[in-house]
């Protein structure tokens, strides 16, 4: 039973375009979501993140929108820059219990 | 963030051994949790490690194959025992600080190859 799910196995866009990350969940019981970023031979490192009270939240370029009736989130790289290729993952957690739940991941690659 | 440290950071082992892998944090943590991410595939939480009293596991992982050390609040191992060629993965740490501390910091990983 995949609760977090991110149907994109990858992504290509072009250098100055925006990226638009998907990512769908199943639990209700989800409360608080992030994105994490990943390079090869690295852990993941945190992105940014949404609490489920809101439906927006900026950073920078980053930009997570969270959609509650339709247990979809998303995340906006504007403009994607070639030092953004990596794998990024959604991730989703419930309560106090800080356990994250992952998705499968989104390899995007920006080409210059 | 806290700064993580995880040994060994790659292994090549054999069949039926045993590794331990070690997390080290540079401040005292509340909660550490060690995931696993197989071949093209998503992180899935082993088990969190608890500080004076054993780990709790997740559905699908158990303690005689994964067993966890958590002697203090800066410290870990996690051993993968009697390895077959499917506990191939990279192992990651991972800390959370804090009650408010939602966001995870996880070390660089320790790629586990079993042949």
């Known amino acids: 039973d995949q609760q977090v799910k991110q149907n994109s196995p990858s992504l290509s866009v072009q250098e100055g375009r925006i990226s638009i990350l998907n990512c769908d969940y199943t639990n209700s019981m989800f409360d608080y979501f992030l994105w994490y970023k990943k390079y090869p031979a690295e852990g993941p490192t945190f992105l940014i993140s949404?609490?489920?009270?809101?439906d927006k939240n900026e950073d920078g370029r980053f930009t997570v929108f969270l959609n509650k009736s339709a247990k979809h989130l998303s995340l906006h790289i504007v403009p994607s820059q070639p030092g953004d290729s990596a794998v990024y993952f959604c991730?989703?957690?419930?309560?106090?219990?800080?356990?994250?739940?992952f998705g499968s991941g989104t390899q995007l690659t920006v080409l210059p | 963030s806290a700064v993580i440290s995880q040994k060994p950071s790659r292994d090549i082992c054999q069949r039926g051994t045993s590794l331990t892998i070690q997390c080290q944090v540079d401040?005292?943590?509340?909660?550490m949790f060690w995931y696993r991410q197989q071949p093209g595939q998503s992180l899935t939480l082993i088990a969190t490690a608890n500080q004076g009293s054993e780990a709790t596991y997740e559905s699908g992982f158990v303690i005689d194959k994964f067993p966890i050390s958590r002697p203090n609040l800066t410290f870990s191992t996690l051993t993968v025992s009697n390895m077959s060629p499917e506990d191939s993965s990279i192992y990651l740490c991972?800390?959370?600080?804090?009650?408010?501390?939602?966001?995870?910091?996880f070390g660089a990983g320790s790629r586990l190859t079993v042949l």
């Open positions: 949404i609490s489920s009270i809101k």
């Open positions: 991972s800390v959370a600080r804090g009650t408010g501390a939602n966001v995870l910091t």
């Open positions: 991730a989703a957690m419930r309560g106090s219990a800080r356990q994250l739940t």
């Open positions: 401040s005292q943590v509340t909660m």
